[in-house]
């Protein structure tokens, strides 16, 4: 199972950015999914930003609350994470995650390469 985020790029205090995240190969069920968060500047581990389950129930970051919204489309396997009013802290790379059980229902928990966000001001 592989993961392939997109959509980051370089944007100004306020603006907005869609990522957006694709789970492929021989997938039976996608579970939980979620947006990540890694500053390339500091030895932390990355921060949860959003998380959606299969139900629909979203969890976010204190920090994104009323500025991100997570999204998900099971026929399209993937995942999507509205960024608006964006600020200089934003500035990272955003990691994909998904989990879930493949066709030969063996369980994964896979990982995009990250997509790099810069905020500007």
């Known amino acids: 199972v592989q993961l392939q985020a997109s959509g980051g790029g370089l944007v100004q205090a306020g603006g907005s950015l869609t990522l957006s995240c694709v789970v492929s190969g021989s997938i039976l069920t996608l579970n939980d999914m979620g947006w990540y968060f890694r500053d390339p500047g500091s030895q932390r581990d990355v921060d949860t930003v959003?998380?959606?389950?299969?139900?629909?129930?979203?969890r976010y970051a204190d920090s994104v609350k009323g500025r991100f919204t997570i999204s998900r489309d099971d026929a399209k396997s993937a995942v999507y994470l509205q960024m608006n009013n964006l600020k200089p802290e934003d500035t990272g790379v955003y990691h994909c995650?998904?989990?879930?059980?493949?066709?030969?229902?063996?369980?994964?928990?896979?990982w995009g390469q990250g997509t790099l966000v810069t905020v500007s001001s």
């Open positions: 959003a998380t959606i389950e299969k139900d629909g129930s979203r």
């Open positions: 995650n998904a989990r879930g059980r493949s066709e030969s229902t063996e369980p994964f928990n896979s």
